[in-house]
C-alpha cells in the first residue's frame, strides 16, 4: 500500500507560478511512475503530467507543455509539479497518482492521493 500526500496548492493570480509536491509512503518510490491529473468541478479526471521511475522520461498533456514540468527526487520519495503561466482554466483539484505503468490512462494509476486545490484568478 502507498499512501500520497499532496500540498503547495493555492490561489494564485493568472500568469503566476505554484509548485505541488507530493510526498509517497513507499521504500519503493523508484519502481513506480508519478503522474499528476486534475478535475475542474464538473468535469472528469484529466492527465496533466507523468514521470517515469528510474530513466525520469516525461509526457505532458497538451494544453500545459512548456508551462508545467513534473520532476522528482528518488532520496525523498517526492514528485513535483511546477506549473508556471497559471491560466484560469487551470483552476482544479490536483490529485498525485503512483503506478507501474508509464500511461495518461487514470485507470493504470493504482495509488492516488487525496487532492490539492489550485485555483487562479483571472
Known amino acids: 500500500q502507498v499512501q500520497l500526500v499532496e500540498s503547495g496548492g493555492g490561489l494564485v493570480q493568472a500568469g503566476g507560478s505554484l509548485r505541488l509536491s507530493c510526498a509517497a509512503s513507499?521504500?519503493?518510490?523508484?519502481?513506480?511512475?508519478m503522474a499528476w491529473f486534475r478535475q475542474a468541478p464538473g468535469k472528469e479526471r484529466k492527465f496533466v503530467a507523468v514521470?517515469?521511475?528510474?530513466?525520469?522520461?516525461?509526457d505532458y498533456a497538451d494544453s500545459v507543455k512548456g508551462r508545467f514540468t513534473i520532476s522528482r527526487d528518488n532520496t525523498k520519495n517526492t514528485v513535483f509539479l511546477q506549473m508556471n503561466s497559471l491560466k484560469a482554466d487551470d483552476t482544479a483539484v490536483y490529485y498525485c497518482?503512483?503506478?507501474?505503468?508509464?500511461?495518461?490512462?487514470?485507470?493504470?494509476?493504482?495509488?492516488w492521493g487525496q487532492g490539492t486545490q489550485v485555483t487562479v484568478s483571472s
Open positions: 513507499t521504500r519503493l518510490f523508484n519502481n513506480y511512475n
Open positions: 514521470i517515469s521511475g528510474s530513466s525520469g522520461s516525461e
Open positions: 497518482a503512483a503506478g507501474f505503468v508509464f500511461s495518461s490512462d487514470y485507470s493504470e494509476f493504482h495509488y
